[in-house]
């Protein structure tokens, strides 16, 4: 059937599943040929809506800067084939990190699967060291659920094991490594695995669009390729599907699409993930759909370690919206974590005198941070500036766990292609007031405290510098 494999091939996709029908019986007893994907960009749906694929119709999501592995039926069961092996793959343009994954990428290809779908998964190891597979969530038998040495016995580099099982419940899963597991997936082995309902389900609204990515973070010193594997808490990339703003592409939609954004957390720490311009509902968690009258509004949700939320809401307001960490430390990339405030201090005397040994030397942070947004710093090879990306009104002084949703009147149904900025109808964006100014009234009074201080206000004078017009960088 060479539509299918054309359209693997359309999906920027190597290798290229071949449906059962054109496969003879001693390819089937093959493994299923490896599908690879080395490319960061965002594939659309896997198959358009209703479309069988050999297997049973579902709606599909599309998997941030990631794809949907192809597979092959074999006498009743969907065949995948994930490879275990080292990866690069560009967090961002101007970096690259070297990882472990799966089929070219980290984090691996979704999953997708339809609610009592038997599952059959050829697990093939190219790292130098044993790995597993853990299938996060899912109600499957013990000897499946792939923790090394208690449910199974490790898979040696080289080697190929089978996890065969039937995909029972609908919901949102990942999967992961359960060996060396600080290591592998401080290297980026994950991936996203989603069981479509088989029928209509109560709990399970249809909806236009459906994306899905994981969370996760790094620690890769500025200047090099590979992170640390030991850090605990003190990573320093923050990633939506291993890319950092400005690297994550925006989730394009259409006004008044529903739309369901699956998240998974497999960094060390919580998110609390915001929406801006819409509430949303929480409509499902790692246990599967929440009940209806749990439900309630929301615009920021927090997604604690090793949990899954699914978020739905009718992108109604026309716009470019912020979806991002609320954590301000995971919207900034490597590079200035730890660097001194210096909010205040007049560096003038101090600068003067390092410029006469170092003419490039740059006095930052006296003003704030946010000249970093738009300076030319130079930086190591391979690393992030700390805040940037440009939107249409100057820098945007975001990194890590930041992107778009971009929300058009004029957006074709199933079109994921980024329509560029929004183009605001005249009188509604924010505008520089340029009446007189108010003399604030703390200049003359103690401030607003609730009862009158006692004694004299101290006569202590703070010597602050006020800001100053650029002087020009
Ligand atoms: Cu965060």
Redesign the pocket.
Known sequence: MTSRRAFIQSLGLTGGAVAAASVSPVAMAALPELIMKEDPNTAPPHLPRGVTGAGRPYNPVVTLNGWTLPWRMNKGVKEFHLVAEPVVREIAPGMNAHLWGYNGQSPGPTIEVVEGDRVRIFVTNRLPEHTTIHWHGQRLPSGMDGVGGLNQPQIPPGKTFVYEFVARRPGTFMYHPHADEMTQMAMGMMGFWVTHPKERHPLIDEVDRDFCFL?NAYDIDPGSYTPKVNTMLDFNL?TFNSRAFPGIDSLNVRQNDRVRIRVGNL?M?????HLHGHEFMVTGTDGGPTPKGSRWPEVTTDIAVGQMRQVEFIANEAGDWAFH???S???MNAMGHDVPTMIGVDHREAAKQITDLIPDYMVMGERGMADMGEMEMPLPDNTLPMMTGQGPYGAVEMG??FTVLKVRAEQKAGDYADPGWYKQPPGTRAYEWTGPAAEPPRAKTQGGQSMPATGKPAATEVQVRKPGPHSGH
């Open positions: 969370l923050w960094t720490t919580n998110h609390p993930i960490c609320h954590k430390h995971h919207t890590g766990m």
